[in-house]
């Protein structure tokens, strides 16, 4: 994917600078187009928007540190049934997701190449959260999966609603509320998990 961006990247440059007459400088400094802060803007013929991008960008991220907190919890020993049948779903789940929204990202030749260092908002977990999960064993480990993937479901769920209040491209938008959906009656299975706990 990376050489795709490279390529689309290349060729941007090299119509910026036909359309300039090569003239002045090939720095780039000033290029339009070499602007970060709209890297993230659809071209004006896909049917997204940038607050589809921003939630199908910040999403999959999201996802695949759920599954991450699913993985680790799966290669414990000692935990509760119900939470390791939970983590399975989790994956199950996003995996698929994961896969649309990146294909959805191509389609709409979005860079999200500035987006790699998403911060902690959104529920997402730090390392030292992440470390503590890695660390825990049995019961522990059980609690404090379902702990933070309650968090985590919960920035979510807010990232999802920002799509159905915002977002323009009808699939991204029906993604967002199924995630709303199945994230919300999570929440409440796990909620409901931890009490037994």
């Not at 470390?131 to 999966?145: C, H, I, K, P, V």
């Amino acid at each position: 994917m990376k050489t795709r961006f490279a390529a689309t990247a290349a060729l941007t440059l090299a119509a910026v600078l036909g359309l300039a007459g090569c003239a002045g400088t090939t720095s780039g400094g000033d290029m339009p187009g070499m602007n970060h802060e709209s890297s993230t803007s659809a071209p004006a013929s896909a049917d997204a928007n940038d607050a589809d991008i921003m939630f199908a960008s910040m999403m999959k991220e999201h996802h695949a540190q759920a599954i991450d907190m699913s993985d680790i919890l799966l290669s414990k020993e000692g935990v509760d049934e119900r939470v390791v049948a939970l983590a399975e779903e989790i994956k199950a789940a996003q995996e698929p997701e994961i896969q649309k929204m990146d294909q959805w990202l191509e389609e709409w030749g979005a860079d999200t190449s500035d987006m790699e260092g998403m911060d902690h908002g959104g529920g997402m977990m730090s390392e030292d959260d992440m470390q503590a999960l890695e660390d825990a064993t049995g019961a522990d480990a059980s609690r404090l999966f379902l702990e933070q993937m309650i968090q985590h479901h919960e920035g979510a769920v807010e990232m999802a609603q920002e799509e159905v209040d915002n977002g323009q491209n009808s699939d991204a938008v029906a993604l967002a509320e199924t995630i709303i959906e199945a994230q919300t009656t999570e929440i409440a299975t796990m909620k409901d998990l931890l009490a037994t706990l």
